[in-house]
């Protein structure tokens, strides 16, 4: 067996093997007399079928398997003693001599393969970069104080109907004199927020009402959404489209949301036993874990910026012909693309494959390394965010670590894990290499930098 490499240029090069007889030919044998000793064949013993015969039936095809394997093993064997830094994997090559398994006794296989580029990522702090920091204002704040305090709140009864009360009642329709038609329409049970009507003077008519009143006033105007109107009525959406008029509304029953008290009780509900005991550490506390939570939004947003930057500053050329191909080969099924998807996606992915150069560069110039340490910390870290994104923010440090540790069981998800955590130690890296100018920004603003991505 002989394995060659010719350079065609600075980024492809083909691979030629040669398999000889001698290489496979006891393999074959092999396999076909364990086919023989299994053979079950009419008008012979089992075990007994003439070699000639099986070698008649099967020989082509375990010959064929058997070359295919040898490929598969050689060919990977010769990349990984090589160190070779290639692109995708190899294909076969365009300039293959056709192969000819009935008469050949010696095969020549070529592939052509694609090199990448040498990078060399240089930064310094001659090289500037926002790093964006997100105010914490007081609407967010009171809004995020909002969000988690009323979990604990509860819809009481009241006396009367105000502007943030829920109204359940019965409806009928009647006709312009105040009157119930017969036929018309009627819903009993139904609940309205009166927050959420849209037409004041119609809301003027049910504020202050009480139980047992009684109020006509006409329910397209205050809610001109259709769905709302057919969901009060419980009619159909194509029944509301056609609503008009005045029905009468009969309360029932009036309720309003109550926020909690802010005491001891709460405090502990929401951060744990003595973490906060008044209402200014209460903000304090809020404020604190907005902002962390606000750099991880600022650090994404940095990693973005670096990523343009150092991209933008790489002066290589990538095999794109090799590379189309490749994309082309290895769709299956549905994930198989198109000649005009490859081109339309081709600018991205070369994008995508350039920022993943820079950064195994960075990696290896500056032994970059994860430990299982680093990745357990990120799985922590990743659980602590899920579950403040509903609020519990006050979760035992062992609650946190059991999580992460479910969590990287998975394979597929504690590989990703990995690749966030090594992207971290990159991102890092580069802030520290680089000048950071720093600027507070709102979170309108912020999020605004993201309309052109």
Not at 280 to 302: A, G, H, I, P
Not at 364 to 382: I, P, Y
Not at 403 to 419: G, I, P, T
Request: glycine share 4%; aromatic share 8%; net charge negative.
């Amino acid at each position: 067996m002989n394995i060659t490499r010719e350079n065609i240029d600075d980024l492809n090069a083909v691979i030629k093997l040669t398999i000889d007889k001698e290489d496979y030919s006891q393999k074959v044998a092999d396999v076909l007399k364990s086919y023989q000793k299994k053979a079950n064949m009419p008008g012979f013993r089992p075990g007994k079928v003439p070699a000639g015969l099986i070698k008649k039936m099967y020989g082509n095809a375990v010959l064929v398997d058997e070359v295919n394997k040898l490929i598969s093993e050689k060919l990977s064997a010769y990349l990984s003693e090589g160190d070779f830094n290639i692109l995708g994997e190899p294909l076969p090559s365009e300039a293959q001599k056709p192969i000819d398994f009935d008469t050949q006794e010696s095969f020549e296989f070529a592939f052509d393969i694609a090199m990448a580029p040498e990078v060399d990522v240089k930064l310094s702090k001659r090289d500037k970069m926002n790093f964006y920091n997100i105010e914490v204002s007081d609407d967010i704040l009171e809004g995020q104080i909002k969000n988690l305090t009323s979990r604990f709140g509860k819809n009481e009864s009241v006396e009367v109907i105000g502007d943030k009360s829920l109204a359940k009642g019965d409806f009928v329709q009647v006709d312009k004199d105040g009157n119930e038609i017969a036929d018309g329409i009627k819903a009993e049970d139904s609940v309205m927020s009166v927050d959420i009507i849209k037409n004041d003077a119609q809301k003027k008519k049910l504020l202050g009402k009480k139980l047992g009143d009684e109020v006509v006033f006409d329910v397209k105007k205050a809610f001109p959404n259709d769905t709302e109107v057919s969901y009060l009525l419980k009619i159909t959406k194509e029944e509301a489209a056609e609503v008009k008029g005045n029905y009468k509304f009969t309360v029932k029953e009036i309720t309003e949301f109550i926020d909690p008290e802010l005491n001891q009780e709460l405090f502990d509900k929401l951060f744990g036993e003595g973490i906060v005991s008044s209402e200014e550490e209460m903000k304090n506390k809020v404020r604190e874990d907005l902002q962390s939570n606000f750099e991880m939004e600022s650090d994404y947003r940095f990693s973005i910026d670096a990523r343009e930057k150092i991209v933008s500053k790489l002066d290589i050329s990538l095999p794109e012909a090799f590379l189309k191909r490749w994309l082309k080969a290895t769709g299956r099924g549905e994930d198989a693309m198109s000649d005009e998807q490859i081109e339309k996606e081709m600018p991205k992915f070369l994008e995508d494959l350039k920022w993943q150069l820079a950064k195994n560069a960075i990696i290896r110039a500056n032994e970059l390394k994860v430990e299982d340490e680093d990745v357990r910390a990120f799985a922590k870290k990743s659980a602590r965010l899920q579950f403040m994104q509903y609020g519990l923010t006050n979760l035992p440090e062992e609650h946190l670590e059991s999580y992460a540790e479910d969590m990287l069981k998975n394979n597929d998800q504690a590989r990703r894990l990995a690749e966030s955590a090594i992207q971290e130690k990159v991102m890092a890296f580069i802030k520290e290499a680089v000048k950071l100018e720093e600027k507070s920004i709102s979170r309108e603003d912020f999020n605004k930098l993201f309309d052109n991505n």
